[in-house]
């Protein structure tokens, strides 16, 4: 236990000097719950050696990802110029998290990580060429009008990206109103609102649902899931989206994962950083610059499309072809 321990100070140390860049200067409020204590310590021990301030919040558990946090602890990241989160849930989408991304903090999402996740794996990857690559891959897609996906499991489905800004997480949070979710490496998007139609099948993991029995069949239509299919997972699903209103529908986001140290392990927050996977997401949008407001946001993986922006082939079964995503990103 002893070695386990010193193994996660070093990460963690590693994260909050190389990925949030903690100086002197800042004030650290580092936010938790009751399940992931031990990853937030260790978190805290390596700011305190480092930060002007550090400050520790631990709520309850929230019960979905991107469920409004308590008054207090947004209060509390509001008044922080960098935010570490090591939670259950995700608070990424969350109004009290962009409300401190708007007043200049920047953050560390560690949702759902584990210990296991915090020393092996997709955290331990190269980020400077993730981050490359990433920035290549953001490229293409501001040159793109139309992103069509699709799979062997029947996903077939079309989205307007035409106009949108584009993300990269990339593990670095150093400029004010930044962020990373650690492990990392994707590229993100909010699709132009109701332009998405087709099938979209989530064939390996889906937030809140875990790792699936069968694949979760979704037709989609202006934007918005208008009928779930495939089982009791399906059915999970279904109740999830149901029990946040309508807003629960809208397709929220389009991301390509670009690590390619990311395991697949039954954890959305690895998982959907594997290089070559998509994830779509439903409910919120405005993290990402999008304008539906929704009290959920949800990640659904399709482990292995294939993508084309326009008329162009850029990944065929999970496995991405840069030198298509440079071509595509020097028109």
């Not at 109004?95 to 331990?124: P, T, Y």
């Not at 395991?263 to 998982?271: Q, T």
């Amino acid at each position: 236990m002893g070695v386990v321990l010193r193994e996660l100070e070093v990460v963690a140390d590693r994260i909050v000097r190389v990925c949030a860049c903690v100086s002197r200067d800042d004030v650290v409020c580092v936010v938790t719950d009751t399940n992931k204590t031990r990853i937030a310590e260790a978190l805290a021990s390596a700011s305190r050696k480092v930060a002007k301030e550090t400050i520790t919040v631990v709520m309850n558990p929230r019960r979905r990802h991107s469920e409004e946090l308590p008054s207090v602890v947004s209060a509390a990241m509001q008044e922080a110029t960098v935010i570490l989160a090591p939670t259950t849930y995700a608070i990424t989408h969350t109004e009290g998290f962009r409300a401190a991304l708007k007043k200049g903090a920047r953050g560390i999402i560690l949702r759902g990580v584990d210990e296991d996740m915090m020393l092996h794996g997709a955290i331990n990857a190269d980020y400077g060429q993730i981050r490359v690559n990433s920035e290549v891959l953001k490229t293409a897609l501001e040159n793109s009008s139309t992103v069509r996906i699709a799979s062997e499991y029947g996903t077939d489905m079309s989205l307007s990206v035409e106009g949108r800004p584009v993300f990269t997480l990339v593990g670095i949070a150093c400029d004010p109103g930044s962020f990373a979710a650690m492990p990392d490496g994707e590229v993100p998007l909010s699709p132009v609102q109701g332009s998405a139609n087709g099938v979209m099948v989530f064939d390996h993991t889906i937030d809140g649902v875990g790792l699936l029995k069968e694949p979760v069949r979704n037709v989609v239509r202006d934007g918005r899931v208008v009928e779930i299919s495939g089982g009791e997972d399906a059915e999970r699903f279904r109740q999830l989206l149901a029990g946040a209103g309508e807003c629960a529908y809208n397709i929220a986001e389009f991301a390509v994962g670009t690590n390619p140290r990311a395991r697949i392990i039954g954890n959305m927050a690895e998982d959907k950083k594997k290089e070559g996977s998509i994830h779509i997401a439903v409910g919120d949008s405005r993290t990402l610059s999008g304008d539906v407001f929704c009290d959920l946001h949800l990640d659904g993986l399709m482990l292995k499309p294939t993508l084309y922006l326009d008329d162009v082939k850029i990944c065929e079964n999970g496995v991405i072809d840069w030198g298509a995503v440079r071509r595509k990103a020097k028109k």
